[in-house]
T-cell receptor, first 111, second 115 residues
Framework: KQEVTQIPAALSVPEGENLVLNCSFT??????LQWFRQDPGKGLTSLLL?????REQTSGRLNASLDKSSGRSTLYIAASQPGDSATYLC??????????FGTGTSLTVIP | SAVISQKPSRDICQRGTSLTIQCQVD?????MFWYRQQPGQSLTLIAT?????????ESGFVIDKFPISRPNLTFSTLTVSNMSPEDSSIYLC????????????FGPGTRLLVL
């Protein structure tokens, strides 16, 4: 069974720093991988989706990479802002609508 | 992208009762998903709801406990039956955008507390 791990579980950085969030998965036969943010008491907001054939996707200050063979993805956030404070979740998808979510990294950006 | 609403946003229920959660999407979608997020944990897929057919449940979830309806392409309901405190969770519905990269979009969630 697929297992998705996110390290660290929590991260606190001063405003303006660049940071990297990590996601690892045990079964590399994925269909795609998606990064989400979840604000307290809210649902999930999609940030980036990487297909299994892709190596990275970028949106604004966010860059997500995928190394399927090693079972890893990273989410790079440039010039962090207090508004980036949230929990970041990665999710892998297999064919047949099988989704597996990580436990998330709680990010706090200190003004 | 899809805009998804859920009702109720939160509820406090007594054990043994049932609660029906509604999920409304602003566009027609083929696939809708229901997730549970227990306190301090990540999301677990409960079932996939397709219009015109019975829902497909994941291991550990059964129709008697979590009956699902999908009457049309923009609406679905999830019922949490015969509730116990262990059912206290956030319940989220999501849809998949098949026109593009199959991105998943989520509703705001329903916070359920069972006493």
């Amino acid at each position: 069974k697929q297992e998705v791990t996110q390290i660290p579980a929590a991260l606190s950085v001063p405003e303006g720093e660049n940071l990297v969030l990590n996601c690892s998965f045990t079964d590399s036969a994925i269909y795609n991988l998606q990064w989400f943010r979840q604000d307290p008491g809210k649902g999930l907001t999609s940030l980036l989706l990487i297909q299994s054939s892709q190596r990275e996707q970028t949106s604004g200050r966010l860059n997500a990479s995928l190394d399927k063979s090693s079972g890893r993805s990273t989410l790079y956030i440039a010039a962090s802002q207090p508004g980036d404070s949230a929990t970041y979740l990665c999710a892998v998808r297999h064919t047949g609508n099988q989704f597996y979510f990580g436990t998330g990294t709680s990010l706090t950006v200190i003004p | 992208s899809a805009v998804i609403s859920q009702k109720p946003s939160r509820d406090i229920c007594q054990r043994g009762t049932s609660l029906t959660i509604q999920c409304q999407v602003d566009s027609q979608v083929t696939m809708m998903f229901w997730y549970r997020q227990q306190p301090g944990q990540s999301l677990t897929l409960i079932a996939t709801a397709n219009q015109g057919s019975e829902a497909t449940y994941e291991s550990g979830f059964v129709i008697d406990k979590f009956p699902i309806s999908r009457p049309n392409l923009t609406f679905s309901t999830l019922t949490v039956s015969n509730m116990s405190p262990e059912d206290s969770s956030i319940y989220l519905c999501s849809v998949e955008d098949r026109k593009g990269a199959e991105t998943q979009y989520f509703g705001p969630g329903t916070r359920l507390l069972v006493l």
